[in-house]
T-cell receptor, first 111, second 113 residues
Framework: DAKTTQPTSMDCAEGRAANLPCNHSTISGNEYVYWYRQIHSQGPQYIIHGLKNNETNEMASLIITEDRKSSTLILPHATLRDTAVYYCIVPPSGGYQKVTFGIGTKLQVIP | KAGVTQTPRYLIKTRGQQVTLSCSPISGHRSVSWYQQTPGQGLQFLFEYFSETQRNKGNFPGRFSGRQFSNSRSEMNVSTLELGDSALYLC????????????FGPGTRLTVL
């Protein structure tokens, strides 16, 4: 499965956009990029996923580069409640999945 | 629709004992995956079950096992507990065996003394 690389931690001012990068240079053509977040002491929560086009939902936007080797999760107006660990994952396509979440990015939203 | 439930939420065991954790997926979901989360290792995949069959397994010793019942509920068992097994064990369900959005439960916090 495609390995992902994320910064260990990031800070963002409350009300500003939080841009969380993820590198997945070994991604295959039919593999999706998924983003989850985990707020302290809770189970991870699905945020968004995409294949090649940019995606947006009520929580966030996902920008995937044209070569699909990296992506950016955008929280347009970060709030204190967005403080969490954010995971970028690329599950292997087809068959059954051995999903690797890794360490993720600890986002701290600062008042 | 009820979310994923896990029981018990907290558990304290001693080395050498065995433990069974339970997971009830969202109604209609047929795939259940288990993860171990520790501060140093992050979220590590344990195994995935679909239609009562283990479909994939992570790199964990044979002391870690699981099963899935016909109603999609799943259990995982850890035998001969070690101190290093102390972790948050998370269960996630999804609609089918192909990767879908996964819905996670709150986890079971296992402490091994």
């Amino acid at each position: 499965d495609a390995k992902t690389t994320q910064p260990t931690s990031m800070d963002c001012a409350e009300g500003r956009a939080a841009n969380l990068p993820c590198n997945h240079s070994t991604i295959s053509g039919n593999e999706y990029v998924y983003w989850y977040r985990q707020i302290h002491s809770q189970g991870p929560q699905y945020i968004i996923h995409g294949l090649k086009n940019n995606e947006t939902n009520e929580m966030a936007s996902l920008i995937i580069t044209e070569d699909r080797k990296s992506s950016t999760l955008i929280l347009p107006h970060a709030t204190l409640r967005d403080t969490a660990v954010y995971y970028c994952i690329v599950p292997p396509s087809g068959g059954y999945q051995k999903v690797t979440f890794g360490i993720g990015t600890k986002l701290q939203v600062i008042p | 629709k009820a979310g994923v439930t896990q029981t018990p939420r907290y558990l304290i065991k001693t080395r050498g004992q065995q433990v069974t954790l339970s997971c009830s997926p969202i109604s209609g979901h047929r795939s259940v995956s288990w993860y171990q989360q520790t501060p140093g290792q992050g979220l590590q995949f344990l195994f995935e079950y679909f239609s009562e069959t283990q479909r994939n397994k992570g790199n964990f010793p044979g002391r870690f096992s699981g099963r899935q019942f016909s109603n999609s509920r799943s259990e995982m068992n850890v035998s001969t507990l070690e101190l290093g097994d102390s972790a948050l064990y998370l269960c996630a369900s999804s609609l089918s065996q192909s990767y879908n959005e996964q819905f996670f439960g709150p986890g079971t916090r296992l402490t091994v003394l």
